[in-house]
């Protein structure tokens, strides 16, 4: 997920994880801003399954934060913290059905096509999938099954339906390969 505060995008550290391991055609000084220099997000590492969730990469660099809000398969917080967990549920249910659809579609079509297409069509896929795992995630916020962890500057909405920013430990959180592939989403 994201948070775009003034001129900055803060992400998760498992956007940030995602982006790196499993895309093509990110600009190149996302890694600048995310390992290097003075003023990198050294802390960039995990320290176990709660550290991902915490806002805590942070990217000021007008490419990058022009690029990172133009991935509408990121799911930017602030457009969704006011949805009802119903209204969460319904768009998650509608996002698994598109993809589903989407990779029937594509399995049906001969076998040059999707040859010929496969990496572009597997790109898509993996990004539908990611938001699919990352409104899971908005929900088990939502229900208090898990915490984030939001920046001191964040003004936005941090505790909803009694779920709090703060940083205890939340339940076990399902693996990065199983958010990846849908696998423990909700």
Known sequence: MKLKIGDKVYLQKYEVAHI?????????????ETFGGDEGNSFFFMNGPTDGFRFECVYKEHENVKWLMEQDWIVDYDEYA?????????????????????????????????????DEQSDKFDKLGH???????????RKGEIKFGFPGEYQGKTAISGASSATSTPQKKPGFFARLFGRGAQ
């Open 131 to 141: 938001k699919i795992a990352s409104l899971g995630d908005l929900i088990r916020f």
């Open 82 to 118: 006011e949805m009802s967990l119903a209204e969460l549920r319904a768009l998650q249910k509608r996002l698994k059905a598109e993809r589903s659809a989407d990779i029937d579609e594509f399995n049906a079509k001969d076998e040059v096509y999707r040859e010929t297409h496969f």
């Open 20 to 32: 790196i391991h499993e895309l093509n055609g990110f600009p190149g000084g996302i890694l600048d």
